[in-house]
């Protein structure tokens, strides 16, 4: 019996596999390992999980219908956690067709592919925190009305989690959708704002700060994320019995961090100082985010262990080895 990864050669899917074949498991990976950002980094991601024998690849585009079952036949999968989607807010106004093919059709394939193979116990699928657009009300906590998101992004994400519920529903598919907080670490997205923060800053480069800095994100360290999501996987929902196998939670870590401080944090890290360029609010984008984990923490024995001065450390430090690698 085998796991599946979607978007395993991502930064999320490449730590919640290695995870797994750690205790034990068999794991397939799938990515289609598009150029969104460097494609080597997703190529060195998947050279790391390719040491483990318990390991296999299958390349695939979630966006093509019928790819998954075919990229898949002869394979025993008995639970799914699916990362793979079009992720970035920004990138959404401007490309808005690769998030309907990606989350969207995507998310669909895989509906279809778990509820006709047999013995599937569990899907465990990435949603996030935009869905819960600009509502003021903090900290966010599951129950709140998420029905105005300001991104194209944020809205696929919604709908991934109203196609789950219907699958629930109809299916009996066992579900559980995790609405994350801005996840950061060792292996990250270079089109995240920690990310190309650090570069600029050590290569005494400006940096571009968004609403002038008055934002706040709820940073999650991705050892915390995967705690998270392996224990969502070994926790699968129970039908009620008016209620469907479907449940979501926050990931987050509930310690929102003020931009600019966020910044003086990494500047004290790397011992430098950057020059930084104001900038308006971008389209798509939310002045704060800050989860309520009291849900996730009841059901999953969810805790947050990693401060931002730790998890950015480790972040500095595994940046400054992999940029200067030959
Ligand atoms: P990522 O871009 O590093 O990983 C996603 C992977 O999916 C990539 O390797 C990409 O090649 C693959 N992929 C995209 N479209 C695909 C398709 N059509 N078929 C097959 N593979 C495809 O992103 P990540 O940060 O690891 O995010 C993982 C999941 O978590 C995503 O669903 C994302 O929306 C969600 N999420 C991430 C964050 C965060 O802060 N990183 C926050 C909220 C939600």
Redesign the pocket.
């Known amino acids: 019996m085998a796991v599946l990864v ?9 730590h919640v596999a290695e995870a797994l074949l750690r205790r034990g498991e068999e794991v397939v990976g ?5 150029d ?2 460097d494609v080597s980094l ?1 190529d060195d ?1 998947l050279s790391l999980l390719r040491n483990h024998p318990g390991f296999s690849f299958v390349r ?5 219908e019928g ?1 998954l079952e075919a990229g898949l036949a002869g394979r025993v999968i008995d639970r799914v956690v ?7 807010v920004r990138y959404s106004i401007q490309n808005p067709r ?1 998030y309907a ?3 969207l ?2 998310h669909l394939e895989v509906l279809e592919y778990c509820r006709h193979t047999a013995g599937l116990k569990h899907l465990v ?6 869905v819960y657009g600009g509502n003021k009300k903090v900290p966010f906590s599951e129950d709140d009305r998420v029905d105005a998101p300001v991104s194209l ?1 944020a809205a696929t ?1 919604k709908a991934d989690e109203l196609m789950s519920h219907t699958y629930a529903h109809l299916y009996g598919l066992p579900q559980t959708g995790l ?6 670490g060792p292996w ?2 270079p ?2 704002a920690y990310f190309s923060f650090t570069k600029n800053i050590m290569e005494g480069k400006p940096i571009r700060v968004f609403n002038h800095g008055k934002m706040r994100r709820d940073f ?1 360290y991705i050892d915390d994320i995967v705690a998270g999501v392996l224990a969502a996987l070994d926790n699968p929902p129970e039908a009620g019995a008016e209620s469907p196998p479907h449940r979501v939670f926050n990931l987050g870590n509930n310690k929102p961090v003020a931009l600019m401080d966020f910044i003086t944090t990494l500047e004290g890290l790397i011992g430098k100082k950057s020059e930084w360029i104001y900038e308006p609010m971008q389209d798509g984008d939310v002045v704060e985010t800050y989860a309520d984990i009291e849900r996730a923490k009841a059901a999953l024995g969810y805790a947050p262990v990693t401060n931002i001065e730790e998890g950015l450390s480790r972040f500095v430090s595994w940046y400054t080895d992999y940029s200067s690698r030959e």
């Open positions: 979607t978007g395993a050669a991502g930064f999320i899917g490449m799938l990515d289609n390992l598009n969104y950002y997703k991601r695939a585009d979630l966006g093509e790819a699916h990362l793979a989607a079009q992720a970035g690769s093919a990606s989350n059709t995507g699928y990435a949603s996030s925190s935009s992004y994400k609405r994350f907080f801005t996840v950061y990250g997205r089109d995240m999650t």
